[in-house]
């Protein structure tokens, strides 16, 4: 059973980092491509950053240049690194695997319990 376990999220001034991690379970993880959504009160789930089983990544233009998504295969973990957090970043951050990274189908694969995010300004 496939098991994706979100943390590092919390309350941050604007400005402020945070690093998230999902550590997964249950499956070949170096197989899947991962990535990262977030979803804000009212909205639909969007991406942010993914990254495929070769590493080429892929990210929203709204978070282009403050956040880096990485993978590490041995640890079973993908990380977002969130720098220069804006207000309109709040939001709770799922971490997704998936067979193909087909980033804008957005009802598929496996996903975490998802972790808050908020940013104070």
């Known amino acids: 059973q496939v098991q994706l376990r979100e943390s590092g999220g919390g309350l941050v001034q604007t400005g402020r980092s945070l690093r998230l991690s999902c550590a997964a379970s249950?499956?070949?993880?170096?197989?899947?491509?991962m990535a990262w959504y977030r979803q804000a009160p009212g909205k639909q789930r969007e991406l942010v950053a993914g990254?495929?089983?070769?590493?080429?990544?892929n990210y929203a233009d709204s978070v282009t240049g403050r956040f880096t998504i990485s993978r590490d295969n041995p640890e079973n973990t993908v990380y977002l690194q969130m720098n220069s957090l804006k207000p309109e970043d709040t939001a709770v951050y799922y971490c997704?695997?998936?067979?193909?990274?087909?980033?804008?189908?957005?009802?598929?694969?496996?996903w975490g319990q998802g972790t808050q995010v908020t940013v104070s300004s």
């Open positions: 249950g499956m070949f993880f170096s197989v899947k491509n």
């Open positions: 990254i495929t089983t070769g590493g080429v990544k």
């Open positions: 997704n695997a998936r067979r193909l990274p087909n980033w804008g189908q957005i009802d598929t694969g496996s």
